[in-house]
């Protein structure tokens, strides 16, 4: 036995030894398999060129509402136009790239595993990998590596996503750009900033070249007895809110260039304020619009009806808006979330009848998130005009963004919302243009 045990230990105790006197060698090396090099050329073309044309829609909504001043927009155009990243590593390495030896450092295509077990083929320099290919459970990552982990520029493909930016130990982090195929829905695109593999939207950037607007109620007028009267020709935007963090360029100090005035609410409260803000408004040629605050207590045709009595529909004059911004606790009590969508279509659809344009919804993230997928002729139908008041813009199709409640505009005392119309001059134009009242 004692013979047997020492036949068979003794050639790897003699392979071990041979390594300290081994020449590296000067042949080529052995290729890698046909398999292999198979699963790196899938792999490393990590979205098919014609699989763009799942994404016509997702780019050309992305391009009409950005330009060349917005992060990243650089990146979307080259990706659009089919470049993506690509790691090739060459397809010959020595029996010494192949795991992992004594008193050897890799240079050049190394194969090994991760802590993980998982496979990477990679380029390293000085016994360190620079860029490679890291086949997983889910997907394959191709990029920057620091030691086995993701780590600078790289991208992910599995199984209905791609994702491609930058990546810190392991998680996505900083700007990158999605593009989702869910087998249960429509393509999407994202584009923004991630934290910790999270997604948190598109960072926006706020210059001059925004079109910014407000929202005023009676409370622009005052509270109590204390009135005080907008002062019409000194109106100007001089601060974003203070919640949160704003990426300002420069000074704020931004025109109105929309106004959207409370009308009314439920079937009996009007807003007192709102023939005179109208006029002052139009006679300074801004664009206006008025909403109406929605209530769960009474029907959808009822308050379409003191909507329209009270409010003006004059040609050139912004869609109507629909307010909605409901508690849980009130949904419950109205009957739950599809009879509550029941009265705002009816409220839709009378409103739209009697002014010729579709009005707009006005909700916040909350509701977007928790009820708006049930109604999907709803969201379809409507532009939405979202409240979220953070730094990221929110990852919906959207007209307008209500993005703090407590701005400050010249002439205006007091806290103002403020909006931002989610594109550029042209866009808002063509928004005028097509969406107001004819």
């Given at each position: 036995m004692k013979k047997v045990l020492i036949s068979i230990i003794t050639p790897f105790v003699l392979l071990l030894a041979s390594t300290y006197f081994l020449r590296q060698p000067t042949h080529p090396g052995m290729r890698l398999s046909a398999d292999m090099q198979n699963t790196i050329a899938a792999e490393a073309d990590t979205l098919p060129h014609d699989s763009m044309t799942d994404f016509g829609d997702e780019f050309e909504y992305y391009f009409d509402r950005h330009n060349v001043m917005d992060e990243g927009y650089e990146m979307v155009a080259a990706f659009a136009n089919g470049k993506r990243l690509s790691i090739e590593p060459a397809q010959r390495l020595t029996v010494w790239n192949v795991g992992h030896w004594r008193n050897r450092t890799h240079e050049g295509t190394?194969?090994?595993?991760?802590?993980?077990?998982?496979?990477?083929?990679?380029?390293?320099?000085?016994?360190?990998?620079?860029?490679?290919?890291?086949?997983?459970?889910?997907g394959t990552y191709q990029g920057d590596f620091k030691g086995t982990l993701a780590n600078g520029h790289g991208a992910y493909i599995a199984e209905g996503s791609y994702f491609e930016g930058h990546w810190t130990d392991d998680k996505r982090n900083g700007f990158g750009i999605q593009l989702l195929t869910p087998n249960d829905g429509d393509p999407r695109l994202q584009?923004?900033?991630?934290?910790?593999?999270?997604?948190?939207?598109?960072?926006?950037?706020?210059?001059?070249?925004?079109?910014?607007?407000?929202d005023i109620a009676r409370y622009q007028h005052g509270k109590g007895r204390h009135?005080?009267?907008?002062?019409?020709?000194?109106?100007?935007?001089?601060?974003?809110?203070?919640?949160?963090?704003?990426?300002?360029?420069?000074?704020?100090?931004?025109?109105?260039?929309?106004?959207?005035?409370?009308?009314t609410e439920g079937v009996s409260i009007t807003n007192r304020y709102y023939n005179d803000d109208y006029a002052q408004a139009r006679k300074r040629g801004i664009p206006i619009g008025a909403y109406h605050f929605f209530s769960l207590k009474t029907s959808g045709a009822a308050q379409a009806k003191h909507f329209i009595?009270?409010?003006?529909?004059?040609?050139?004059?912004?869609?109507?808006?629909?307010?909605?911004?409901?508690?849980?606790?009130?949904?419950?009590?109205?009957?739950?979330?599809?009879?509550?969508?029941?009265?705002?279509?009816?409220?839709?659809?009378?409103?739209?009848?009697?002014?010729?344009?579709?009005?707009?919804?006005?909700?916040?993230?909350?509701?977007?998130?928790?009820?708006l997928g049930m109604a999907p002729d709803i969201k379809r139908s409507y532009d939405v005009w979202i409240a979220r008041y953070g730094e990221y813009k929110p990852d919906v199709r959207l007209a307008f963004w209500q993005l703090c409640p407590d701005g400050r505009v010249n002439g205006i005392r007091g806290d103002v919302d403020i909006n931002v119309f989610n594109g550029y001059k042209s866009q808002f134009d063509d928004f005028v243009a097509s969406k107001s009242i004819k």
């Open positions: 190394t194969l090994a595993l991760d802590s993980a077990g998982f496979t990477i083929v990679a380029t390293y320099q000085a016994d360190t990998i620079k860029t490679g290919l890291r086949i997983d459970s889910l584009v923004g900033e991630w934290k910790n593999n999270r997604f948190w939207g598109e960072r926006m950037r706020y210059t001059s070249e925004r079109i910014y607007g407000i009135k005080t009267p907008i002062k019409w020709q000194q109106l100007s935007i001089s601060y974003l809110g203070r919640k949160t963090h704003k990426n300002v360029h420069g000074k704020a100090d931004y025109p109105v260039s929309f106004i959207f005035i409370k009308s009595k009270h409010t003006k529909f004059k040609k050139g004059d912004l869609p109507p808006v629909l307010d909605v911004e409901p508690s849980d606790a009130q949904i419950r009590a109205a009957g739950g979330a599809e009879k509550m969508f029941q009265q705002i279509r009816v409220w839709l659809k009378m409103v739209k009848a009697h002014c010729g344009v579709s009005p707009i919804l006005y909700i916040n993230q909350m509701f977007i998130n928790k009820y």
